[in-house]
Structures are given as C-alpha cells and as structure tokens.
C-alpha cells in the first residue's frame, strides 16, 4: 500500500526540512505543507493557533486529508507536513487506508531557538511556539510516536523516521 505519513510536531521541530528531505527519497512522492492550504484562504483568515480558528482548521485538515487520500490512491507516496496534534486527526482515522502518524519533538529551548533563527517565516513569536509546544507535550497513547529531534540533523532525523516506517511502528490504529 502506498505510504501516507503526517510529520507532525510542534514549530520548530524541523517538519518542512524532513518532509522535503523524506518526499525526495521516494520515486513518486507529493509533500504536502499544510501552511500552503491555510494561504489559499482569500478572505477570513484566522491564525490558526487562535481558539476562534477551530472551524477554519477542522475545514482545512479535512481537505488536506482527502487531497493526500486521493494522491495515495494515484499511487504517490504522501507527506503530509504541519501542526496535525491528534486532536485533528479523525479525518486521517476515517481513511480506508493505513496512516503512519510522526511526532518530531524537539525540547522547547531547541523549538524555540529554531522558530527564532526562521527568516521571514510568520510564526517567529515565542509565546506562541512555547504554546504549541505545550500541546505536543503529552500525547497520551500516542507518545510512542515521539521522535525526540533536539540534537538530530535533518538527514539523521529522516533516518529514524525510515527505520519507523519500516518497522511499522508508527502507524494508526
């Protein structure tokens, strides 16, 4: 069956460098950032770590999971790269496919650090990225899917997402 992979964590926990680095290692692969879907939206944006933007992000992680649906059915291996905390997962559990769920978490100085060192990237505020790191902090049944990226590189980071995806130990269930 084709992988379909959510790379989740919080901001700074080296989602969109793993994603690319993961998707280019496939022969047909499609990463799909989830930041690209919330800039599709025209008019009526709300930051999506805002309380108000809960029906805004439920709408968005429901396409991006039917679009990532539909590509693994195209045969494409899917990375799908973002702030997915398991509380936004039911649209990737109603999937009729196998999903592998993907936890980088790096310590909250590392996170912080990393958001601070980001360019131009919108999400450099610290209060909100110690926040969301907060959020990751304790996934219940789901700790087992944690990757610890404080002191990885990305390249040894996407080796032990590798060495999960072949063990299968990632997955949803």
């Keep these: 069956m084709t992988p379909l992979i959510v790379l989740t964590g919080p901001p700074g926990a080296g989602k969109s460098t793993v994603g690319r680095l993961l998707a280019n290692g496939w022969d047909r692969a499609v990463h799909l950032h989830t930041d690209d879907f919330y800039a599709w939206i025209a008019s009526g944006y709300v930051e ?26 195209g045969g494409y291996t899917v990375i799908v790269d973002g702030i997915v905390g398991p509380w936004f997962l039911d649209p990737f559990r109603a999937l009729q496919r196998e999903v592998t769920y993907v936890v980088l978490r790096p310590s909250v100085a590392a996170a912080e650090q990393r958001a601070a060192d980001r360019g131009d990237h919108p999400l450099k505020d610290l209060a909100v ?3 969301m790191h907060a959020a990751f902090a304790d996934l219940g049944e789901l700790e087992t899917h ?5 002191s990885l590189t990305p390249d040894q980071t996407v080796d032990e997402v590798r060495r999960h995806l072949d063990r299968g130990s990632l997955t949803l269930h």
């Excluded at 944690?146 to 404080?150: E, M």
């Design 48 to 73: 999506p770590w805002r309380p108000e933007s809960q029906d805004q992000n439920v709408t968005i992680l429901e396409a991006i999971a039917g679009v990532a649906d539909r590509f693994a059915t």
């Design 129 to 131: 990225v110690g926040q």
């Design 146 to 150: 944690v990757i610890d990226s404080t």
